[in-house]
Structure formats: C-alpha cells, structure tokens
C-alpha cells in the first residue's frame, strides 16, 4: 500500500471548456496522483493515475462510490473480493464497504461520489 498520494489541484476544473479526461492526468513514477474536477458538498468527480505496482489504503466510505477505469486494469477489492477492471469498465463500491484500488499495472480512473439523496432512502 502507498501512503505516496500526489494530490493535484483541489479546486474544480475549469468549467465551460473542453478537456479529454484521459489526458488531464498523468502517471508519475512511485506515486498515486488525484485530481479533483467537481467538488461540492454534496458529492465529487476525481480523475486519478497510479503507477504499477501502487495501492490506497484500504478505507469505507459512508456513500456509494462509482468507478471507471479509463487507462489499463484496476484491481478493486471490495469486502475481499477481487474485480479486474478493463479500460471501460466501470464498478459501484457500495457504502460502508471496506474496499482496496490496487494497480498491478498502471492505470487511471474516474471517481465519482454523490452525497446527497441517502436522506430520502428508507
């Protein structure tokens, strides 16, 4: 596991303009990068690299977390078990999960949390 997070900007991407969401984001030697493109209080979009062989902690989070993988193969491990995600692939890591983002090979990803909504559920 990595404690090596590289934060990128922590302010939202610019908005009104066209960007390709690969290409905003790059790998960096060691290092899991994130960028924040939306951040509100009710939810955020991260884009994030990490290079081979680097991991997060694993964590829970009281929300439910979307993912797509947009460059190589993640592996998610959500309550211990293993997903192999493909460019393209997406997966929802429920709320209140432990769960684990490893890169076996390098790969970005898009994350999304919506935090708004759970008050209206029963």
């Known amino acids: 596991m990595t404690d ?3 934060k990128g900007s922590s302010e939202e991407y610019e908005k009104g303009k ?3 969401i690969v290409e905003i984001i790059e790998y960096i030697p060691n290092s899991v990068v994130i ?3 939306i951040k509100k209080t009710t939810g955020n979009v991260t884009v994030s690299s990490f290079d081979s062989g680097e991991a997060l ?3 829970t989070s009281p929300f439910d977390t979307f993912i797509q993988v947009i460059d190589g193969k993640a592996e998610i491990v959500i309550d211990g078990h293993k997903h192999q995600l493909n460019t393209g692939e997406s997966i929802i890591i429920p709320a209140h999960s432990p769960n684990i983002v490893k890169a076996n090979v390098r790969f ?3 994350s999304t ?3 708004s909504g759970y ?3 029963s």
């Open 4 to 6: 090596k997070i590289n």
């Open 119 to 121: 008050e209206e559920m």
């Open 18 to 20: 066209t960007f390709i």
């Open 113 to 115: 949390i919506i935090k």
């Open 57 to 59: 902690t694993e964590k």
């Open 35 to 37: 960028k924040t493109i």
């Open 108 to 110: 970005k990803m898009i």
